[in-house]
Nanobody, 126 residues
Framework: QVQLVESGGGSVQAGGSLRLSCAAS????????VAWFRQVPGQEREGVAA????????YYADSVKGRFTISQESARTAIYLRMNNLKPEDTAIYYC???????????????????WGQGTQVTVSS
């Protein structure tokens, strides 16, 4: 089965950048939808970015559009989230997720994803 492990979180000042990595193994489908979510205590999990690895289509939440970029290593061994111009409200635990999907489909809701990493903390200070 698919296993995902996040890394790259940490503390950064507002306006700074981080790149989160999600090491992936166990791919056994022709294409996947992959995504990054984030969550803070007492709030619902928010979909940040998603990508269909088969056709390359992407989705970004309005709150991060223009600042964050989701990408995938060509060998499908890692998924990345480049975060630029970070804001204090970006502070959260970030999770990568994946699920099988076909071309033309892009799932953006957490309940659609079967595989999850353990999360990595991102803290943005003012």
């Amino acid at each position: 089965q698919v296993q995902l492990v996040e890394s790259g979180g940490g503390s950064v000042q507002a306006g700074g950048s981080l790149r989160l990595s999600c090491a992936a193994s166990g791919w056994d489908y022709r294409s996947y939808c992959v995504a990054w979510f984030r969550q803070v205590p007492g709030q619902e999990r928010e979909g940040v970015a998603a990508m269909n690895t088969g056709d390359g289509r992407t989705y970004y939440a309005d709150s991060v559009k223009g600042r964050f970029t989701i990408s995938q290593e060509s060998a499908r061994t890692a998924i990345y989230l480049r975060m630029n111009n970070l804001k204090p409200e970006d502070t959260a635990i970030y999770y990568c997720a994946a699920t099988a999907c076909s071309a033309g489909v892009l799932w953006r809701s957490a309940f659609r994803y079967n595989y999850w990493g353990q999360g990595t903390q991102v803290t943005v200070s003012s």
